[in-house]
């Protein structure tokens, strides 16, 4: 309990220096810790192997051992983010809407860090130095809690991220490591007094386990179960290209497609189409009844089918009538990600853009695209799937918050 | 467990109604809900009338009758309060920050409702009304949970409300009134499949109740430790008015100031001075060693004083070197609702605006300003002390989330 206490304060203290520092001694602070990330390879990959070790010994499966792994190349990847990071603005010290009230006040609203940002996350190392780098820019003290089957790998990360803070005549504590058991992580989620935002990043359970047990503002990232919807009147040829693209470009994203909603009146022209294409990635589909009266070989989709995040080669379809029985299934069964829609059709374009209730939707284009390095932001800490505070890709802004600043000359409220 | 639900169901599917209707109907709907109101007069003065006796009996204090009490001079403000509502800019709909981005993709971010809005609050009936006028104009369904004492009077407001709005063919359920008991309310905290956001209004046990049990996301709106910091070069004259001002206009208010922090340098030229001015409302002084050695008739400030909110006519009075202990002092006892600083130095000002850590920031003015209708919303619902989301007074706004929208032609992700 003291220990979690003292990395609270710490973290607090660390946090006041960042608050007002100059955007040239973040950057270079953030080049430096590249840099010792770069010299320190050897010890990184001799602390992971570590960790590898002992997964292979309690048989962790191949895909987590995967995300647990660094290489030469993922340890460069992490130092360049970093470096990116440093090169990206400072989104802090803006000040917006300043205008000047009847009684001759001026407010304005100045944008600053959001404090101590705590990320809970799973065995992926390569996390610690990408959640550091973006909270940092941002002007937060961060405090990470990373899977513990990663904790040789983390320590020596933030070992050396610390060695480079101090190099910088900055609190080392801008970064802390938790390395205590679940019960310290219970306690960390329930530090509202130190800890201003907790950002759990990983997969359902983690995010849930989070959501029940914080106290803290919690900021939701992750589930994606993503539609596309075929419309009436839908130039095939691309809805072929980007069904297929957003199915099988990478299939374990939350941007992925997991669910395809086709007008009727095309069913019998598209899904064969579609699913010769499919076929060459071997996509299973589940349809429904109409569905499976053109694709008859085709397993059924049950109700459990539509609101599944498969994160595999499996694609459910449901037909509709018109695009009304579109929207209503797709936020019915949706998780506030992303939709799209394929259409040539003004009105139903503009609709599903309105009624559609999702971080991110799409008119005529791949659910893919949700991601902050595709729009434009750099770099991303998650995307959020819920309205509070941030919706969608989250970059350095979404890591900051505001205040009011006011400028008087003897007001008084009558 | 089962009624709680069917409500849950019922403001989700009024809030899909909500989420694109116009600004047209939307105020139509609140001006009608103001005429319904002022027309029900006598009978929401009775049902108020059963409440107050309820009250009477079981000894309610004087300060909570008179927040429960319904006059006709406060239903016509209840109903002008929606009026006013009706006359502000409709938040949703508007799109930032649409660029184009290399591949063609048009990216936008458009407002748009936050969903299903819970409000959790004391027994004050004009709440009831204010809530939904706030959470309506900006496209959202609410959940009200009023205190219990008022359970007549807000039966008998939503009870119009909703007829109101079956009058103009919209859900009655956009508005509706949990009658549970405390369990109920501990279920309601945990419809995360419902409901979008909490906000609690409220004394700050409430607010901790709901920020410990509630696993929705909350905005914490509340309490005010505010400070006024009276520099070295500040205008004396200026600053006994700013003071007795921000102390004693309105006690009772989260605004107010609890604390005055005074550079030592003019502690025996000032203190005095705001000494005579705020004995013409007996506001009683606790001081620091110096503040006792110039008054010496005040009482002892103790430590548990720097982090009180009175609510009441006292004031703690603590000395300081100079600004940097004032920022952290300030910064160690403070709410995050409104500080102030005094002062006619340029660098002073300024490092004090970008210092201090909390909502609202003030240079030369009363912290009483920090106020929707101060700062120019037309109203509120409350003012947030978290930084997540929204900081200070959130008006229409801030009860708004964002959603991109995406056009394309084709693109996929390579």
């Given at each position: 309990m003291e220990d979690l206490e003292r990395i609270g304060q710490q973290a607090k203290k660390a946090e006041a220096v960042l608050r007002t520092l100059s955007r040239g001694r973040k950057d270079a602070a953030l080049n430096r810790a590249a840099d010792r990330l770069d010299e320190s390879e050897e010890q990184l990959l001799s602390a992971n192997e570590k960790d590898r070790m002992a997964a292979l010994e309690k048989g962790m499966s191949q895909g987590l051992l995967d995300r647990l792994t660094l290489t030469r190349e993922r340890i460069r990847s992490m130092s360049q983010g970093l470096r990116d990071v440093a090169a990206l603005d400072d989104p802090v010290g803006e000040v917006t809407g300043m205008k000047r009230r009847p009684n001759g006040l001026l407010i304005g609203q100045k944008r600053v860090p959001l404090g101590v940002v705590g990320i809970i996350y799973e065995a992926r190392p390569n996390v610690t130095a990408d959640a550091f780098g973006l909270c940092f820019k941002a002007g937060n003290a961060v405090i990470l809690k990373g899977g513990s089957d990663a904790a040789h790998s983390n320590a020596a990360i933030v070992s050396v991220l610390r060695s480079a803070l101090a190099e910088e005549n900055?609190?080392?504590?801008?970064v802390c490591l938790l390395t205590g058991d679940r019960s310290q992580t219970t306690r960390f989620m329930k530090m509202n007094e130190y800890v201003d935002v907790l950002i759990p990043r990983g997969g359902a359970s983690l995010i849930r386990t989070v959501v029940q047990e914080s106290t803290v503002p919690v900021i939701e990232t992750g589930t994606g179960n993503c539609h596309i919807y075929v419309d009436e009147s839908a130039d095939l040829a691309m809805a072929v290209e980007i069904v297929y693209n957003a199915k099988t470009?990478?299939?374990?994203?939350?941007?992925?497609?997991?669910s395809l909603v086709v007008h009727e009146a095309i069913a019998e022209s598209f899904l064969p189409m579609l699913a010769a294409r499919l076929a060459e990635k071997n996509v299973e589909l589940r349809g429904d009844k109409q569905a499976r009266a053109v694709l008859n070989t085709i397993r059924e989709a049950a109700e459990e089918d539509w609101g599944?995040?498969?994160?595999?080669?499996i694609l459910s379809i449901k037909t509709v009538r018109d695009i009304s029985e579109a929207i209503a299934h797709i936020n019915r069964y949706n998780t506030g990600h992303s939709e799209a829609i394929l259409t040539s059709d003004y009105a139903n374009a503009n609709r599903f853009l309105e009624e559609i209730d999702a971080a991110a939707v799409y008119v005529?284009?791949?659910?893919?695209?949700?991601d902050g390095g595709e729009f434009g932001f750099?770099?991303?800490?998650g995307i959020s799937?819920?309205?509070?505070h941030a919706r969608g890709p989250m970059g350095l802004r979404e890591l900051t918050s505001t205040k009011y600043i006011i400028y008087g000359d003897g007001q008084i409220r009558p």
């Open positions: 900055l609190p080392p504590e801008a470009q990478r299939i374990g994203v939350c941007n992925a497609c997991e599944r995040e498969y994160l595999d080669y005529n284009a791949s659910t893919r695209f949700t750099g770099a991303e800490i799937t819920q309205k509070l």
